[in-house]
C-alpha cells in the first residue's frame, strides 16, 4: 500500500444559488449554472511544487511571453481566470506531464435539492465529498487541501463535516475498505501550493464546457483527466469517453 497523497481540491463557477433575500440568482443570470469541483492527486506533492515553480520561472523568463506582459501583470503563480491565453495554454499543455491523477464533478445547481440550493456551505461540502469518497481508501495517510479563502473555523468545520459524512456513508456500503487509515484536512489559499493552481486549471478548463460550451482548454487538458462524473445528470465522462 502506497503510504502518502494528497489532494488539492479547487473549483470553478460558485455554489450559491439563492441571494440573502431569496432571488434565484442562477434563474437571472447573476450565479453560474454550473458548480465545477477537481481533485489532483500526488504521491510526492513536494516534487509538485517544485516542478511547477520550476515552469513558472521559465515562463518568465520566456522572451516571447516577456513581450506581451504588461507592466501591472504579476506571475506569481497560476491562475486559470486572470492568466493570459498564452500563458493558459503553455500550463495546460505542462500539466500533461505531470504526475498526478485528476477527478473531476460538475453540478448543475438547479437540480440538486433545496437543502444544498438554500445552503451554499453545504452545496460545497457535500459534493466535495462525492468527489473524494472513493480516492481516499488506498493510501495509509491522505492529506486533502481546499482552495479556501474562507477563514471563519465555523466555515471549515462545516465543510469538513460534511466531506466526512460523505465519505462514511460511502465506507458503509463498501465494507471491504479500510475505515481505519489517517485523514487530515487543510484550508490554504491558491497561490500556496502548485497543486491547487493545477487543480483551479483543470476545474476552469471543464467548467468552460459546461457552462459555456467553450471548449478550446479542455481539448488541451482531456486526455490528463481520469474521470468526469455530471452528478446530477448521472453521466460519467473517462479518457475513453470523453466529455
Same mark, same amino acid.
Given at each position: 500500500?502506497?503510504?502518502?497523497q494528497w489532494?488539492?481540491?479547487?473549483?470553478?463557477?460558485?455554489?450559491?444559488?439563492?441571494?440573502?433575500? =431569496?432571488?434565484?440568482?442562477?434563474?437571472?443570470?447573476?450565479?453560474?449554472?454550473?458548480?465545477?469541483?477537481?481533485?489532483?492527486?500526488?504521491?510526492? &506533492?513536494?516534487?509538485? &511544487?517544485?516542478?511547477?515553480?520550476?515552469?513558472?520561472?521559465?515562463?518568465?523568463?520566456?522572451?516571447?511571453?516577456?513581450? #506581451?506582459?504588461?507592466?501591472?501583470?504579476?506571475?506569481?503563480?497560476?491562475?486559470? &481566470?486572470?492568466?493570459?491565453?498564452?500563458?493558459?495554454?503553455?500550463?495546460?499543455?505542462?500539466?500533461?506531464?505531470?504526475?498526478?491523477? #485528476?477527478?473531476?464533478?460538475?453540478?448543475?445547481?438547479?437540480?440538486?435539492?433545496?437543502?444544498?440550493?438554500?445552503?451554499?456551505?453545504?452545496?460545497?461540502?457535500?459534493?466535495?465529498?462525492?468527489?473524494?469518497?472513493?480516492?481516499?481508501?488506498?493510501?495509509?495517510?491522505?492529506?486533502?487541501?481546499?482552495?479556501?479563502?474562507?477563514?471563519?473555523?465555523?466555515?471549515?468545520?462545516?465543510?469538513?463535516?460534511?466531506v466526512e459524512?460523505?465519505?462514511?456513508?460511502?465506507?458503509? *456500503?463498501?465494507?471491504?475498505?479500510?475505515?481505519?487509515?489517517?485523514?487530515?484536512?487543510?484550508?490554504?489559499?491558491?497561490?500556496?501550493? =502548485?497543486?491547487?493552481?493545477?487543480?483551479?486549471?483543470?476545474?476552469?478548463? *471543464?467548467? &468552460?464546457?459546461?457552462?459555456?460550451?467553450?471548449?478550446?482548454?479542455?481539448?488541451?487538458?482531456?486526455?490528463?483527466?481520469?474521470?468526469?462524473?455530471? #452528478?446530477?445528470?448521472?453521466?460519467?465522462?473517462?479518457?475513453?469517453?470523453?466529455?
Open positions: 500500500m502506497i503510504k502518502n489532494i488539492f481540491i479547487d473549483e470553478s463557477g460558485k455554489p450559491e444559488v439563492f441571494s440573502a433575500k =431569496g432571488v434565484n440568482l442562477v434563474e437571472n443570470n447573476q450565479a453560474s449554472k454550473y458548480l465545477v469541483l477537481a481533485a489532483v492527486r500526488t504521491n510526492d &506533492q513536494l516534487k509538485l &511544487q517544485q516542478e511547477i515553480a520550476k515552469f513558472r520561472l521559465k515562463l518568465l523568463k520566456d522572451k516571447a511571453l516577456r513581450k #506581451i506582459f504588461s507592466s501591472a501583470y504579476s506571475l506569481d503563480s497560476f491562475h486559470a &481566470q486572470t492568466d493570459y491565453p498564452e500563458v493558459k495554454q503553455e500550463f495546460l499543455r505542462f500539466i500533461l506531464d505531470l504526475e498526478i491523477k #485528476i477527478d473531476v464533478l460538475a453540478v448543475e445547481k438547479l437540480k440538486t435539492y433545496d437543502a444544498l440550493k438554500l445552503r451554499p456551505g453545504k452545496m460545497y461540502g457535500v459534493m466535495s465529498g462525492q468527489l473524494i469518497k472513493d480516492l481516499c481508501h488506498q493510501v495509509e495517510n491522505t492529506e486533502i487541501i481546499f482552495s479556501r479563502k474562507d477563514s471563519k473555523l465555523k466555515l471549515r468545520q462545516e465543510l469538513e463535516t460534511e459524512r460523505v465519505r462514511l456513508n460511502y465506507l458503509e *456500503v463498501h465494507p471491504k475498505l479500510k475505515p481505519n487509515l489517517k485523514l487530515s484536512y487543510f484550508h490554504n489559499p491558491h497561490y500556496s501550493h =502548485g497543486g491547487l493552481q493545477v487543480a483551479d486549471y483543470i476545474a476552469y478548463a *471543464v467548467f &468552460q464546457v459546461f457552462e459555456n460550451g467553450k471548449r478550446e482548454w479542455y481539448e488541451i487538458v482531456k486526455n490528463k483527466i481520469g474521470r468526469i462524473q455530471d #452528478i446530477c445528470n448521472k453521466k460519467y465522462f473517462t479518457r475513453s469517453n470523453p466529455l
